[in-house]
């Protein structure tokens, strides 16, 4: 019996110890396998992380090749690298824009009979298909082509305003804003005359072109004819004026004169109409609205339609009408004079800083001015004569736009928060548009600032080599890299009207200049 017990033990003492080595086994095994399991995990981690890295590495040389190289800044300085840069094409762009009555996407009015060689351009391709009278009027200034300014004054003169409208902001003689317009369903408006400052640019459009057909010898089309069929909207568009002009001289907008609370858009100024910076974009837009550039495009309006000649070289208005002008004229610049002491004296930020904020717009009713950093006191001076202002707000002018200044030209715009950092770039704000470095070029030329003509130039390096490349971009954005540099690429509509006609002009005055110096 003892036997058996002591063979049944130790059997029993084997059973446990296999089992436990097979426990132990089990696991040794379970424990492998998290390992390899979480060393699967990390492997996947690290694949992703370093595909993440060569990722952002290809869209960083990427956009490093789309953007301005460092040796682009240098050529600026180099005279002859501009030589024959008017001559790369621009027809085929242009071709792109042009509208045509046998498209079926296009909603023109016209009339049965269109003089001949006459065409109109959509405002960018792909973006801005309609036909925008700013656009196409200040185009056709940078390109000093006469029979694209003919055709798109008598195409804004077929659709001129001729009552009022509340859900369109249409008035009587006010020049569209884009047509067709564009329906914000959200408001129930259209954007058709969502703007001020088309009808001065008409005025002005129609007095170069009264100029230029005078020294002119052509005989594709009759310039009586022309200026008779142009003259009942040259009147609609001075009295439109006239009647935006307050008893201080100012230039004013105000929805109510329309018949309607707002606008379809949040800012109705010039061809910044987004909303004001360093407002709620949310809120409703203030009337009367006073822009400070708007006043200083219809001042030289009114001093374009007091000059206006006719096709025989007489002119327009009557010799009663003409004194008004010029009267009304002598306000507007007292106006602009006292608008710009003022707007610098009660800007904003009171302490020190680089640069001065530009007053932007100006509320009357609230007594209230909105002042940032701004392009607009650059832009303004394209429309202003010699005299207009006192050199010490043209000093200040230059002041308020050092803090803008870029490799490419000057930012359209820049807003700081309350601690001095910059926001967020918007549309308008943040971005170099190559059409004003043009406007600010002339301008500035006009009044003699050398170092604002230099720094709106160049904007011609970074256009240059998109137009080889057949590509006319609407504005150039800044952005950061992964390496911590900063770089500028094309961004908008692939072919913008008024950056051809930047380009075209741009380029031409550095070529002339390089051939008539020494």
Not at 33 to 42: D, P
Not at 170 to 183: A, D, M, Q, V, W
Not at 199 to 218: D, E, M
Request: hydrophobic share 35%.
């Amino acid at each position: 019996e003892g036997v058996r017990r002591r063979s049944q033990g130790n059997s029993n003492e084997k059973f446990r110890l296999k089992s436990s080595k097979v426990k132990k086994k089990k696991r040794g095994t379970a424990r492998s396998s998290n390992m390899s399991n979480t060393q699967c995990y990390l492997c996947l981690v690290l694949y992703a992380f370093g595909a993440i890295l060569v990722f952002m590495g290809y869209r960083a040389i990427v956009n490093l090749q789309k953007s301005l190289p460092h040796e682009w800044v240098d050529k600026v300085d180099q005279p002859n690298y501009y030589l024959n840069l008017s001559s790369v094409s621009t027809e085929s762009s242009l071709k792109i824009l042009e509208r045509r009555r046998d498209k079926s996407s296009d909603k023109f009015s016209l009339p049965p009979k269109v003089p001949r060689g006459f065409r109109i351009f959509s405002a960018g391709h792909p973006t801005f298909q309609g036909n925008f009278a700013r656009d196409s009027i200040i185009t056709c200034l940078l390109l000093q082509d006469e029979g694209c300014m003919r055709s798109q004054l008598l195409f804004s003169a077929w659709n001129q305003g001729t009552n009022m409208d509340p859900g369109t902001g249409e008035e009587l003689g006010k020049i569209s804003h884009e047509i067709p317009g564009k329906n914000i369903r959200k408001l129930q408006l259209s954007t058709k005359f969502s703007a001020c400052d088309t009808t001065s640019l008409f005025l002005i459009g129609a007095h170069w072109l009264a100029v230029r057909l005078k020294k002119s010898y052509t005989r594709e089309f009759d310039k009586v004819e022309l200026f008779k069929e142009l003259k009942p909207a040259v009147v609609a568009a001075i009295k439109y004026i006239e009647t935006h002009v307050d008893t201080r001289g100012r230039f004013f907008e105000d929805a109510g004169m329309a018949g309607a609370l707002r606008y379809a858009l949040a800012n109705n100024d010039d061809w910044k109409d987004s909303p004001l910076s360093n407002s709620d974009p949310k809120a409703d837009p203030e009337y009367p609205v006073v822009y400070p550039l708007a006043h200083a495009m219809a001042l030289a309006a009114v001093r374009a339609a007091a000059r206006l000649l006719d096709g025989k070289g007489g002119h327009v208005l009557s010799v009663t009408h003409r004194v008004k002008l010029h009267q009304l004229a002598d306000r507007m610049r007292k106006a602009l004079r006292i608008m710009m002491l003022e707007g610098f004296q009660n800007r904003r930020r009171e302490e020190s800083s680089l640069s001065e904020e530009f007053p932007v717009a100006i509320f009357p009713t609230s007594n209230r001015t909105v002042s940032t950093y701004s392009s607009d006191g650059l832009h303004m001076l394209a429309y202003l004569e010699s005299g207009d202002l006192s050199e010490n707000v043209i000093f200040k002018l230059q002041n308020s736009s050092r803090i803008l200044e870029t490799p490419i030209g000057y930012l359209s715009g820049l807003s700081l928060t309350k601690g001095g950092s910059q926001r967020r770039n918007s549309y308008h704000e943040g971005n170099v548009w190559p059409f004003e470095q043009a406007l600010i070029y002339l301008g500035a030329s006009r009044f003699g600032l050398d170092h604002v003509a230099s720094v709106a130039m160049r904007i011609l390096a970074p256009m240059a080599k998109m137009a080889k490349r057949g590509n006319f971009p609407e504005y150039f954005a800044r952005k950061s890299q992964v390496t911590g540099m900063t770089s500028w690429v094309s961004a908008g509509s692939k072919v913008q009207l008024w950056t051809i006609g930047a380009y075209q002009n741009l380029s031409r005055t550095v070529e002339i200049n390089i051939q008539s110096s020494p």
